[in-house]
């Protein structure tokens, strides 16, 4: 969030420096940088923009970066991973919050019908397979567990104990770590990574079929009377392999406005989708040719999402906030990296464990363009078409208020009485980045922002009790 720069908020030196470079135009370029929200690689650009009217075509008033100072504007780069762009991550953050929201609630203000509210819902995390075995911290009600102390082999075919007595701590670097690299399965690990994306869309494919099967239809009078819909995040877990958190609900066949019929309720669902989990496979083509059948884990869990008095809709929002937080995540989780690798002697220079090396190679064997995401290429939140709002939907609502209180714009159309203005950019690319005062500045505005707000209380715990 964005707020007024003032100068007691910029440091002197920092507003030398930019005096001496723009002159007149600092407290623009202060400015410039404010309304960007103190974004860390803002995208500079020159031009100008022409207010017509609709009806004449007539120039009605022009706008342009060269005569005024700093000759340039900026733009919020928009990139969503939070290790990249706090400011930009966290804006994106709340479009998922209100997308994924919006589809678990309703709203009518985002063009979502409330009556989504009372459609059967479950909340579903699908997991990776076992690639070999690897440190992990166990958390229960006891406290913290010790990580593998009673395997039933002692050593491995190398040589190497597959026990591990240890309490983890949370910041243990061991986490996630094989206990024996030469038995793990990283090949495996890389290409299940990119099959996850047709792994899914199998998933969702077959989904129907379970559903009538338990419902005593057939799948064509099955989708007569019901529609799938759902929202979905990719987490990486800290092995380096991606799971799956999704919310899936069922519309009727004519979407969200309508219920669906059949007796569908959220138990049915989760049994559906269970099932569904434990059957349904792709089989692929590795990289030494042979075929391998990718599957969805052992460890799987789905849960519905009812509404309780008590509560009312803090499990919605519980959820609404678990996925939009993953959203805004990368490959880092795993010990991948956020940005893409173009030479493969980058994977023997950066700092990474030897295990995320080793996963990281293999994936470059597989798909060397996604080789930094260890292998997984799709989209870390995507949805079905008819689950909610989209993306470009809230972007264009946050445009509009932006236009609103331009008073450029304001005053064009305060003249232009009874006609439509339209306006026509023109811009080109003039760099991007900031100089080290300009990040300095952007650091003050970032830590003067409030703090966002969020749901409140531990989100995981009210998770537990769905």
Not at 169 to 198: H, T
């Amino acid at each position: 969030m964005a707020v007024p720069a003032s100068p007691s908020l910029i440091e002197p030196a920092s507003l030398a420096v930019l005096s001496r470079r723009y002159g007149a135009g600092a407290p623009s370029v202060v400015e410039l940088i404010r309304r960007t929200g103190g974004c860390t690689s803002p995208i500079r650009f020159e031009g100008e923009s022409v207010a017509v009217s609709s009806r004449t075509g007539a120039v009605l008033a022009c706008r342009s970066t060269q005569p005024q100072a700093p000759g340039f504007v900026l733009v919020a780069c928009g990139n969503r991973r939070e290790s990249r762009c706090p400011p930009c991550s966290e804006r994106y953050r709340r479009d998922a919050y209100f997308l994924v929201a919006a589809g678990l609630s309703g709203s009518e203000a985002k063009g979502v019908s409330a009556d989504v509210a009372s459609h059967p819902l479950v909340f579903a995390t699908f997991t990776a397979p076992s690639f070999g075995a690897v440190h992990h911290r166990l958390v229960d009600a006891g406290g913290v567990g010790r990580c593998r102390p009673h395997e039933p082999a002692g050593t491995c075919e190398h040589g190497v104990s597959l026990r591990c007595p240890e309490r983890h701590a949370s910041d243990d670097l061991r986490i996630g770590q094989a206990l024996c690299p030469d038995c793990y399965g990283y090949e495996a690990a890389a290409l299940w990574n990119a099959s996850l994306g047709a792994l899914w869309r199998r998933t969702i494919t077959y989904l129907p079929r379970e559903l009538a099967a338990l419902s005593g239809l057939s799948v064509a009078a099955l989708r007569s009377q019901v529609r799938v819909a759902y929202a979905k995040v990719a987490e990486f877990q800290a092995r380096g392999a991606v799971h799956v958190h999704a919310v899936i609900r069922l519309d009727g066949p004519h979407g969200p406005a309508t219920a669906p019929a059949c007796g569908a309720t959220a138990q049915r669902l989760a049994g559906a989708v269970a099932r569904t989990a434990a059957r349904v496979a792709v089989t692929v083509a590795g990289p030494d040719g042979r075929e391998l059948v990718i599957r969805w884990g052992v460890h799987f869990d789905v849960r519905p999402i009812g509404r309780k008095a008590n509560r009312g809709d803090d499990d919605r929002t519980a959820v609404a906030g678990y996925l939009a937080k993953y959203a805004t995540k990368d490959a880092g989780a795993g010990g991948g990296l956020d940005r893409r690798i173009r030479v493969k002697a980058v994977i023997e220079r950066a700092e990474l464990s030897d295990h995320a090396r080793a996963l990281m190679r293999s994936a470059w064997t597989t798909n060397p363009r996604w080789a930094h995401n260890l292998g997984f290429r799709g989209h870390f939140l995507t949805k079905a078409r008819r689950y909610s709002v989209t993306f470009a939907a809230l972007r264009a609502v946050r445009a509009q208020y932006r236009a609103k209180a331009d008073p450029w714009l304001a005053q064009v159309r305060a003249k232009a009485i009874g006609d439509q203005v339209v306006v026509r950019r023109s811009f080109n690319y003039a760099g991007s980045g900031l100089s080290p005062a300009e990040r300095a500045v952007a650091a003050n505005v970032r830590g003067s922002a409030p703090a966002p707000a969020r749901p409140q209380g531990n989100r995981d715990s009210r998770l537990a009790g769905l």
